[in-house]
């Protein structure tokens, strides 16, 4: 049996009624900037993730830079980021001039690791950006007791995350602002790019309305520099029909998880592990092995299509090879070792029993 990483067609195919109703509505109704899909989406998805605010922006790239300008963070600020990510955490901090200073993961959670951040805070940092990688939550609590304790503003990066939970509490609204993707591969994927900014402060949603629109409330008038980042209407009413389902497509990503966790154990590749205070959501599956390319390769000639989050750290990559950062041995480790095994909530019975038996003769 051929097992895809990741089947993104059908979960139009499961949805296509209410999909093709909603786009036809939007066409429809003659909005296609902003308008009541936009409107009525982000209102939905800030319930959802137990925020006040939602702002719907173009991409979650966007969404991340947006957050942190209006933080306030510019030339010659440092900003505090996981060594171990996808480059937008960091490219984000680089589009506003910022220093970015990399801090080294737990490598039992691969997310960002407490102890070593708050040695990396220094009187120039104005910002953490903690991401919640995998779709496993990082230890956001302990993060924002040491934020709070050196004045400084947390933004997460959730882009991986919809529906986690640290503490029965959603991620969504714990730090300052907290920011999203859409792309279509998410937990909450649009048929396209989108992206999104949660936060429980009103004044701070008001200035990133304003910031999406070219810095403007009113047409030509522009009280701050913005950008055009916009959610276009069509991808927001396609959004809107796949969050009453998003419960449901994660509690399938779940299973199959628990799954893996149980059928996998003994086998020399390192697993996944949980905090006992989160509830993931499994937006990828990321085992370690010491041959990860071998092992990579005996699954493709089983017919287990895997991918690899992330093979080059991103202080190893061109974008930042004159910044002359040192080497960050975990991130590095990381990178030769990660392999994401297929897991998505249209997966079949079969399918899982096809990954497992394969794992278990190339492992």
Not at 5 to 32: C, M, N, W
Not at 326 to 347: K, Y
Request: charged share 20%.
């Amino acid at each position: 049996m051929n097992v895809p990483f990741l089947d993104l067609h059908a979960g139009y195919v499961e949805l296509k009624p209410q999909i093709d109703e909603a786009i036809a509505r939007t066409l429809d109704s003659g909005y296609y900037i902003g308008g009541s899909e936009v409107e009525q989406f982000e209102a939905e998805f800030a319930a959802f993730v137990e925020a006040r605010h939602c702002v719907a922006v173009g991409n979650g790239l966007d969404a991340l830079t947006l957050a942190l300008r209006s933080t306030g963070i510019g030339p010659g600020d440092e900003v505090i980021v996981p060594s171990h990510t996808f480059i937008a955490t960091w490219l984000a901090v680089s589009a506003l001039g910022a220093k970015i200073v990399p801090v080294e993961p737990n490598t039992e959670s691969m997310n960002m690791d407490p102890e070593r951040l708050e040695t990396a805070i220094t009187d120039r940092t104005r910002a953490i950006v903690p991401v919640h990688l995998y779709g496993q939550p990082a230890p956001i609590e302990a993060i924002l007791e040491i934020a709070r304790r050196h004045n400084v503003p947390v933004v997460e990066d959730a882009a991986q995350a919809h529906g986690a939970t640290s503490l029965a509490r959603k991620i969504g609204s714990h730090g300052r602002a907290v920011t999203w993707s859409f792309y279509p591969g998410k937990n909450l994927g649009a048929f396209g790019d989108g992206g999104a900014i949660t936060t429980n402060d009103g004044q701070l949603a008001e200035e990133l309305r304003q910031r999406r629109n070219y810095g403007s409330r009113k047409k030509y008038e522009h009280e701050i520099q913005g950008v055009n980042s916009r959610l276009d209407p069509i991808q927001a009413s396609t959004l809107r029909v796949k969050l009453t389902h998003l419960n449901e497509w994660n509690n399938r990503r779940a299973n199959i998880a628990k799954r893996y966790l149980s059928d996998l154990s003994g086998l020399s590749l390192k697993l996944p592990e949980v905090s006992s205070a989160c509830e993931p959501v499994w937006h990828l599956f990321v085992v370690r092995h010491e041959d990860r390319d071998g092992f990579a390769r005996r699954l493709q000639a089983l017919g287990i299509q895997t991918l690899t989050h992330y093979p080059t750290p991103c202080h190893q990559q061109g974008a930042y090879s004159a910044d002359d950062l040192p080497a960050f041995n975990l991130a590095e480790q990381l990178s030769r070792e990660v392999l994401s095994l297929p897991i998505g909530p249209h997966m079949t019975d079969p399918e899982v029993d096809a990954v497992v038996d394969s794992v278990r003769k190339a492992a």
